[in-house]
């Protein structure tokens, strides 16, 4: 690689002063801003067109970049998104700390369904969920994605209902987790219900709270 290099120069006693190397031009540093916008940009082309249809044309256009933009941070659309939703795993979800079992189930429960309810999460997961049918690689991605983003968190609100002495110590962890987990991601990306009931958070919180506690 070509290294640019400073004129000659001297230093205050009169001795030839080293050259110095310049930082890398432009061309060498991956810019924050446009990664970002690239990956935004793959949000939305998979909630408009879905992983079959996108294309890394596709998403240049959309993030306002050239193809090579995009080439020079992933070497295909799959690890693009592959990278994506491998991402959200470690993001993951806030640990709720109201005081209770039930309160802190429902507060996770809100922002939960919520984010599977936003327009474009509801678009990408499903379709996400077919292409792992036929990729392995974005099925394990996914699973972690979806597993560890919720596991955490989930882990968390047991943890600390046995610190309060809610729930007894050494329950079945991963059946809790199913308890947890399992009715809203049901009811929200499964069957895709258009509108959950009112008060079916409050409800889901309290049977999963008793359900929890007679582990």
Known sequence: MLVRMTTNTTNADGT?????RRAPAGAAVLREDVTEAIRAAVFEELATV???RMSIEGIARRAGVGKTAVYRRWRSKLHLVLDLVSALAVQGLPAPETG???GDLRMLYEVT??????PVASQIIPDLQAEAARNPEIAEALQKALREGQ???ALKIVAAAEQRGEVRTGLDEEL???L???PLYWRSVVIRSPKLPKGYLAALARATAEAIKAL
Request: aromatic share 4%; no cysteine; net charge positive.
């Open 16 to 20: 030839p002063a080293r050259p110095r």
């Open 50 to 52: 879905g992983y079959a």
């Open 100 to 102: 209770g079992l039930e």
């Open 113 to 118: 369904s919520r984010a599977l309810r936003h």
């Open 151 to 153: 596991e955490g968190v």
């Open 176 to 178: 809790a987790l199913d």
């Open 180 to 182: 947890i987990s399992g």
